[in-house]
Structures are given as structure tokens and as C-alpha cells.
């Protein structure tokens, strides 16, 4: 099976430089509208996912959460997204592998 490619540093930091002449609120929201474009069900995962860590920040007029809470949220709601994304790339390319050998076997 093919695993996801390994990210090089370089690739990496070509990327973090990109997205940081960017002001991140809009960043955020071209990505979004981009993955919702190129991949509607990863993107509707991860709203759910990120949805379920928000519920425990509150709703308006209740109690506030502290800062540490909300930097735990936001870092747990992160990973678990990038964790989902990755499992699903991985699943993805192992699918589409599989699929490809029961053709070639016919």
C-alpha cells in the first residue's frame, strides 16, 4: 500500500510563509470555501468535529470559560481535525489502491 507522502521541511516551510502573507481570517475562510469545493464531505467532518469542541466554549449570557479551556479546545479541536484528515487521505489512497488491483485481477 502507498502511504501519504512524507512532507519535507522545506515544503513545509514554503507553505507556512505563503499562508502567513495572508491575514489568517481570510486564510481560513479561502480554505474553507476551497475545501468545501474540492472535498463537500471532508469538509462537512470537520465542521461537525470542530462544532462538537465549540459547544463546550458556551453559548451567549452563560458563564465564560477560562483561557487555558479555550486554548485546549482550540488545540484538541485542531489535531482532531488534522488526525481526521489524515486518516481519511490514508484511507482514501488505500481504497482507491485496492479498487485499482481488483481491476487489473478481472
Not at 489568517?24 to 469545493?37: N, Q
Amino acid at each position: 500500500m502507498t502511504a501519504i507522502p512524507r512532507v519535507t521541511d522545506d515544503c513545509i516551510v514554503a507553505t507556512v510563509e505563503s499562508a502567513s502573507r495572508v491575514d489568517p481570517t481570510r486564510y481560513a475562510v479561502e480554505e474553507m470555501d476551497r475545501i468545501a469545493e474540492e472535498q463537500p464531505s471532508l469538509q462537512i467532518a470537520l465542521v461537525s468535529v470542530i462544532e462538537m469542541f465549540m459547544k463546550g466554549l458556551g453559548e451567549d449570557g452563560e458563564e465564560m470559560i477560562s483561557v487555558n479551556m479555550a486554548k485546549e479546545l482550540a488545540l484538541v479541536s485542531t489535531f482532531c481535525s488534522l488526525g481526521i484528515t489524515m486518516a481519511a487521505i490514508k484511507a482514501q489512497i488505500e481504497g482507491d489502491e485496492l479498487t485499482e488491483q481488483w481491476k487489473t485481477a478481472e
